[in-house]
């Protein structure tokens, strides 16, 4: 059988260990199976435990397919990753927890710490700055944390500057990618920071008239549309992200009911993930593109649920 197109042909595809074994290794090893330790490509197979054996001595010459991936000390079996990937990288409006849980029959709790998982592999590597047209726009999203009990969502809200939202930035270069972060505020200094650091200098920046945003076209050839006259002046408008936003928030509150402003950024991951590898390119392809990006990235239990504090950072 050769490798699945549909979720059905997916789930019966990978139903045999040996079809997931040898699909993850040639996605992680295209041009042969080396040791994750010294990079030799002197190894074994040890067929009865499914691992490899690198020939030199050194610690960790045992390994398997998952060692240095998303799914390394996890105890669920890649039938069930594998399929809840491709859920997570096909769906438009998102998979909750619940859902997944019942379709793979493991826990809430499992499916959940599963997915954020996914989404750190659906996180983009950084691509460099954008050049060419580029719409930059800011939001709030609200309804988060909704099933917080109401004395720790009050301190939340409270913690947070009073409200209840969280604001985002969204750049979008036009026919091309849109990149999300999650932003303390919306003043002057941080945006102008975000779109220095995406933008390339020279672009055409198109944003709204918030004041904020002035000053850009020391760098930048600035249009502004001011929302209160129209929302597009002939190529001056920012309808690209207002779509976006549009998307996302439908997910958000569609599907993920309980998000916490915590873990946002990693719903923002996902959407731009789906939303970027929307044209052109089938569930088959963007679940290979999800899977080629399991490498090198690891989650942990204490990193995800804020024991340790580089959440951000966990892209190696
Ligand atoms: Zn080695």
New binding site residues.
């Given amino acids: 059988m050769s490798e699945p197109n549909t979720l059905q042909e997916a789930v019966i595809y990978f139903s045999s260990p040996q079809n997931c074994l040898d699909y993850l290794a040639a996605k992680r090893w295209p041009n042969g199976v080396v040791?994750p330790?010294?990079?030799?490509n002197k190894?074994k197979f040890n067929a009865g435990h499914r691992v490899w054996q690198?020939s030199?001595h050194?610690p960790k010459?045992q390994f398997s397919v998952r060692v240095g991936t998303i799914f390394e000390d996890s105890a669920i079996g890649l039938d069930k990753w594998l399929v809840a990937i491709w859920m997570l990288a096909n769906d438009k409006n998102g998979v909750s927890s619940y859902e997944i849980a019942r379709s793979l029959g493991v826990t809430q709790k499992t499916a959940w710490f599963m997915m954020h998982r996914i989404r750190l592999a659906l996180q983009d590597a950084d691509g460099g700055k954008l050049g060419g047209e580029v719409e930059v726009d800011e939001s709030y999203i609200g309804g988060l944390s909704r099933n917080m009990h109401v004395s720790k969502r009050q301190k939340k809200i409270f913690g947070t500057g009073g409200r209840d939202k969280v604001a985002v930035l969204g750049i979008l270069k036009r026919q091309g990618k849109v990149r999300t972060s999650v932003i303390p505020d919306v003043t002057r200094n941080t945006l102008h920071a975000q779109v220095r650091s995406n933008v390339a200098p020279g672009a055409q920046v198109f944003t709204d008239a918030w004041t904020a945003y002035t000053g850009l076209d020391t760098e930048y050839i600035h249009n502004v549309i001011d929302h209160a006259k129209a929302y597009a002046v002939e190529n001056v408008h920012t309808n690209g992200l207002e779509n976006y936003w549009s998307l996302l928030k439908r997910t958000i509150k569609g599907t993920y009911v309980s998000v916490e402003p915590f873990h946002l950024f990693r719903y923002l991951d996902e959407q731009a993930f789906r939303f970027n590898n929307r044209l052109d390119i089938g569930d088959c392809d963007r679940f290979n593109l999800a899977v080629s990006q399991v490498v090198g990235r690891r989650l942990t239990w204490n990193k995800l649920t804020g024991k340790t504090s580089d959440l951000q950072s966990t892209v190696n």
């Fill in positions: 040791c330790t010294c990079s030799s190894v690198c030199s050194h010459r």
